[in-house]
């Protein structure tokens, strides 16, 4: 069933595992007839009506939400901003003149985000949360919900939740686009079919990886994520799936702000993981890695087919560059998951954290 582990020695290689699944799941839930992504009219009509779609969310959500923007921004041009829960009730920004608020929260239960949309609700904007949890306080306290079907979440450390809060993002940036009257400049659904199968032939490369972190993260006290765009927000999942679940301080930085202070860290060894997915940004980052690598710094170079280069540690097959979020975010799932396994941990239950954070 679903609230068991089976053959697996953690729920959180289970939930990863199941990626492509869920996402094949959410293409067929929200299958409209005529190519069309099928959503809520009522919901469409309020969010097309609004001049600016404000995501608020904390943790891995957080995370997922800056995905979200550059969906919404690109495919259906519609001003985005990203806001941590805890900080947005308190801070309330200027808001435009019809925003129009998305929750994202597995659980639906998150004190802060509750916070924050009680703000909103006292303001009065419609508001959606998108959330793994049927009839959890989020959603019934919001305008609408979107449900992301990624069945039961048990590890700490959330990976499915995460990959499912982008694919039904990316369903919806397609939606509102196709409404809009815009031009598609992909077919959403195709590439997110490929996307689930690359997930698998991802998924199928477990003992290289492991191989891999077994070398180069073993020993490591910390470790850099780095990446430009979508590359950066991955890192900032990347980093904290690694740091949550091994204890290994792990920050993430837009590579071209590494220079500007956060170089002054890197020693002999210390692992820098550079994300490479898109070719303009990635030759970029490719500059950075040469930068830490003079310093002494162990560089890791994650990058996307057509963009690969000689010696990069692993590459991916290459998908539609908006989705590649998708994929890249499995590799450091990997790495995060053997790190911790290896260094004897808990991986599923990470100290000092809670599945759901109910107190503000
Ligand atoms: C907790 C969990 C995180 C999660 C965050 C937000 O801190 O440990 O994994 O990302 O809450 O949870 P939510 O259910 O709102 O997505």
């Not at 990626?19 to 839930?29: D, E, T």
């Not at 069309?36 to 600016?52: G, I, N, P, V, Y």
């Not at 435009?96 to 802060?112: C, I, N, R, W, Y």
């Not at 010696?311 to 590799?331: Q, W």
């Amino acid at each position: 069933s679903d609230l068991d582990k089976g053959a697996y020695p953690f729920y959180m290689l289970k939930e990863v595992d199941e990626q492509p699944a869920v996402l094949r799941r959410l293409l067929q839930n929200y299958q409209g007839d005529d190519q069309q992504f099928a959503f809520e009219a009522d919901m469409m009509k309020t969010l097309l009506a609004s001049d600016r779609v404000y995501i608020v969310a904390c943790g891995t959500s957080y995370n997922a939400g800056w995905i979200g923007r550059s969906l919404f921004e690109k495919l259906a041009k519609i001003p985005t901003e990203v806001h941590l829960a805890s900080e947005f009730a308190y801070d309330l920004p200027l808001l435009s003149e019809k925003p129009f608020f998305v929750f994202l929260t597995q659980s639906g239960e998150t004190a802060d985000s509750r916070q924050a949309l009680v703000k909103v609700n006292e303001l009065n904007y419609p508001s959606l949360t998108i959330t793994n949890v049927k009839g959890s306080t989020l959603s019934r306290e919001a305008s609408f919900t979107l449900l992301l079907h990624a069945g039961p979440e048990i590890a700490v450390a959330s990976t499915k939740a995460y990959t499912a809060q982008i694919t039904l993002m990316a369903m919806l940036a397609d939606a509102l686009r196709a409404a809009k009257g815009f031009e598609a400049s992909f077919d959403m659904e195709r590439e997110l079919s490929l996307v689930a199968s690359i997930m698998e032939s991802i998924l199928a490369e477990k003992a290289e990886i492991k191989a891999w972190i077994d070398a180069n993260l073993m020993e490591t006290r910390n470790a850099f994520y780095i990446g430009r765009t979508l590359d950066y927000y991955v890192s900032m999942e990347a980093a904290l799936k690694l740091k949550e679940i091994s204890y290994i301080q792990t920050e993430a930085f837009a590579a071209g702000e590494l220079k500007h202070g956060t170089i002054a860290l890197i020693e002999e060894g210390t692992p820098v993981i550079a994300l490479v997915s898109e070719e303009t940004v990635g030759a970029h980052t490719r500059g950075n890695v040469e930068e830490v690598k003079a310093r002494g710094a162990n560089a890791i170079v994650i990058s996307m087919q057509d963009v690969a280069r000689e010696g990069d540690t692993f590459v991916i097959p290459k998908v539609e560059t908006a989705l590649s979020p998708l994929v890249m975010v499995v590799v450091t799932q990997l790495l995060a998951y053997y790190t911790a396994l290896g260094r004897g941990l808990d991986v599923d239950k990470p100290r000092n954290l809670a599945k759901s954070v109910t107190v503000e």
